[in-house]
């Protein structure tokens, strides 16, 4: 047999409470596409950090081509071939894309040079890039191609990719997948890293499982069924959340003609944006992130007022109102972001259920904070959310990404709203945490809740919306019955290949 | 009161002059924030190199040496906001005003037996042939020579960030220091590199004052000159050239306020004396409505986890 | 090798041990300091600290401590508010020197006649004057968000200016012989801020501090405001979307901590200081500064932070007239204090761990 491009002996690294790595081993061959696969927290990104040398492994070696490989910094594993895009670009909004492209490089070429070849391999491989564009400017997807370009000018024998289709459409997803195809026709590796099973069963040839640190299995991905993989991954059977029949109520939440600037430099702002939520309804809200998603959360929870008419809750104008007085009528959010945005990290668990509690639970009179009610609501949401943790003295830091969203989203679902608007309920949490979510979510719109859930994770949407609808360049696709729904369509509402098609023609 | 009195060519040449500290403490503090390092302990390290500088030129009799001196001073000062912020980790505003409380105690105990001491004099470069170009030979080119260092240091500054790859990463580390250190740029290593050239920009600031400026030694002496250097970065929006304006411009106000109340205008000479600092806020009020060139990691603590 | 680990959750031992800590780092450092300066740094350490509590003249000294702790209580705890919310007042000196010229000046008007309500024209008027030089960056930060650090200080300047400027016009004594200068409020009796127990140091300011340690603990204890100060200065954004508007806030805490300022002016002019004039001012606007960290942005911090500096400026003092220590040393020593105190609060958030030797 060859030697395979990189081999991975007995890898472990520990953290303080957490072994991320285990022993892990497994090779990656010469001109293939080999997937890691698991859920959040099995210790993907340690262990591809480990390959880039950002993260230096407690025990094992690694073989690049039967050399031993042990980076002791991102440098020396580039200059060895080890290129990598990752999953959170690590990109600088105010430099234009020569400079972003110039920084990931070991010796970049004058910036002229280096444009002209920005230009060369981008015409190549399909992914058109203005060099001179700043990228707070570039669109989600366009700001990958930079991530990979970058990766791509170093003439990489392994390129790690960390969930990169995340991002993207459903037609940039079959791109990406092109040009993927194409660098390992000419002989580049490719580590691709990804929950998504269907993506691995088109692409991947091979398929390491991690769960929990450890290894616990490989496959052919073209020949197992996405099923059996997923039960590779998550280690027991599934559940689906459980749907009863929906009928749906009156108008709850009625936004019409909304147009909102971003309150960030690099946002996107909110463009005559329509959508009515009936009680009971659930409206997943697809779209790749920072096409509004952020701000459209920020206008509906009453961070960024508007104009009165542009938001109705059972046929009162309330764009003008602030978060407290929304709450005080029954329209509650969760934001996307758990540390600094839904809850305060370093508050305990008990100031944090006041942060949105105080109004609806009766959590202070004239002002004045009622600390036992307060401590008694905290202990109400970790019972029923079975959040992980000693007790509600205990910051929000110190919670898991998982346990602390059950608390976010509990700390919501006992109020009891009227309406209730999530945003990536689900990101970043284990399967069984997420399949609770959702199911908390469909149980409150079974009592007549209206819902509007936005995430990127289209599965999840399929799962629990009744009614679909995209956002794209801050504009809103006309919502449409979920039931039906092809893939193809959901991609063009969500704004198909954006622009990508040029470099095809 | 006669405002005959007021030379116009000793007016620009004197603004040159009162420019000088503003536009070392502000270029060395303009590198500082483009790292995404918020260093408000300027004034500190002012007095500080105001004084080593003082001391030291008085002790050898050089003033150059007292510049270097200058220098070291404040880098050092610097060093224990270094300590302090990239080290301990601790509030960068908290660790600046720290500085600056300790650098006016400290500058006030070394300077004790110094004043009312008269420093040795630096000299004028005078440029031959174009120094004795009526009118712009005395503006431009008869000055001390650090005033000419300050104006290479800004072109060498602007260069520096613009074309080298230093530069770049400095400015990389400013804007996302997550992401630099992805990487593998060695953020807080770049971060101390740029804090410790802020101090010393800032000590020769200082010496500047006590050496050339005023030239003598007095507590407290560079009474808030920092503290504008501080406010002129955010006016030049990180730009060195715009540092560089608006270092003249205040020290145009500077001067002109001097020679207004040596002319005797009606304005009483405390209202005189309060200009530059209304002045500054009223400048601060203009541009602040635009942060869009702020450095994005400006003022935020990086700590790698892993 | 040595690693800094992030604490799942701050050590509450540590953020009441880490004041402790720096105080004695202080003394120790702050000894070898005064050791260079040639004095005997027990000796020195000890008449800074011993002496005015328990020395032979301790009678006199001890109601100094709380005349020069009243101030610094009064201004810190306004400070902390701000301090606690991301908002940065370091301007404090400026909003002092407008309390004192508001209220001299208010009590001056009155001159001569007699009556009680002057008095308490006066505090209004101190507080009003601080409350508005505060206003000035509030106003600014709220309106074109104007960095408030750096307006908070020019206006420092300002403010001396303007002492300067009435000392030596408006507010200049009519019998002072042309000395710069106003009336000596201490004499005038509707406007004296007296001890209120005579020889014990107790006047009206120090009245009001304890006050505010006791509005202020309740405030972040007990009320959603101080909750909403706390919850802004940990999470911003957490604070909008709980529904704080961050205008008000600001107005509200540069506002409270401009009033308190300009309180302890007004008591200092009424009262110990008797008179404005030019050096009116000693920076007890910067110290609280140092008060108020080292009282870990706490009330019942602040109080004994405020004593303890009180204490430091008082020994040093004796210090200087019995040893010769030079008054900047003092100043030196309270720096200090700031630094370490701002190290050792790593602790408080981070283990220093002894990282293991790498595997091979």
Redesign the interface.
Known sequence: MTTPLLSLQGLTKAYPGVVANDQVSFDIGEGEVHALLGENGAGKSTLVKMIYGLVKPDSGTMLLRGQVFAPPEPRAARADGIAMVFQHFSLFDALNVAENIALGMENPPPMGDLASRIREVSETYGLPLDPYRTVGDLSAGERQRVEIIRCLLQDPKLLIMDEPTSVLTPQEVEILFETLNKLRSEGTSILYISHKLEEIRTLCDHATILRLGKNVGACIPAETSARDMAEMMVGSTLQTPERSGREFGDVALDVSGLSVPSPSEFGTALKNVHMTVRKGEVLGIGGVAGNGQDELLGVLSGEIPTAADAIKFNGQPIGKLGPTARRKLGVLTAPEERLGHAAAPDMSLTENALLTGSVREGLESNGFMKWSETKNFAERIIGAFDVRTPGPDNAARSLSGGNLQKFVIGREVLQSPDVLVVNQPTWGVDAAAAAAIRQAILDLAAKGTAVVCISQDLDELMEISDSFAALNEGRLSAPRETTGLTVDEIGLMMGGAHGMEVAHV | MDLGEINPVLLVASLMVAATPLLLAAIGELVVEKAGVLN?GVEGMMIVGAISGFAISVETGSPWLGFIAAAVGGAVLSL?FV??TQV????Q???G??LT??????S??MG?SYVGVKPPDMGEIHIPVISDIPVIGPILFQHDPILYVGIALTTAVWATLKYS?VG??L??VG??H???H????KVIKIRIMAILFGGACAGLGGAYISLIRVPQWT?GMT??VG??A??LV?FASWKPWRALLGAYLFGGITVLQLNLQAAGVAI?V??L??SP??I??LV??IL??D???A??SLGRTF?A?? | MIVLEKRPQPSKAWSYATPLVAVLATMVFGGVLFAILGKNPVEAIGTIFWEPLFGEFSFYYRPQLLVKGAPLVLIAIGLSLGFRAGIWNIGAEGQYIMGAIFGAGAGLAFYPLDAWYIFPIMVIAGAFGGWLWAMIPAILKVRFGTNEILVSLMLVYVAEQMLASVSLGLLKNPEGFGFPGSRNLQSYESAHNAELIAGSGMHWGVVAALIAVIFAYVLLNRHMLGFHIRLTGEAPRAAKFAGVNPARLILFCLGLSGALAGLAGMFEVSGPSGVVSIDFNVGYGFTAIIVAFLGRLHPVGILLAGFLMALTYIGGEIAQSQLGLPAAAIQVFQGMLLFFLLAFDLLTNYRIRAARSEVA
Do not use: C
């Open positions: 408000l224990l300590l302090l301990a980790l601790a509030n505003v908290a660790s005003l720290a409380l300790f650098g006016l105690g400290f006030a105990l004790q790859r770049l990463i400015r990389a804007e996302n997550d992401a630099a992805a990487l593998g740029y507590e009474a808030g503290w504008i501080l406010a955010v009483p405390e209202y004396a309060m600092y209304i500054t806020i601060l009020v602040s409505a942060k869009s060139s450095p994005a700590h986890s892993h």
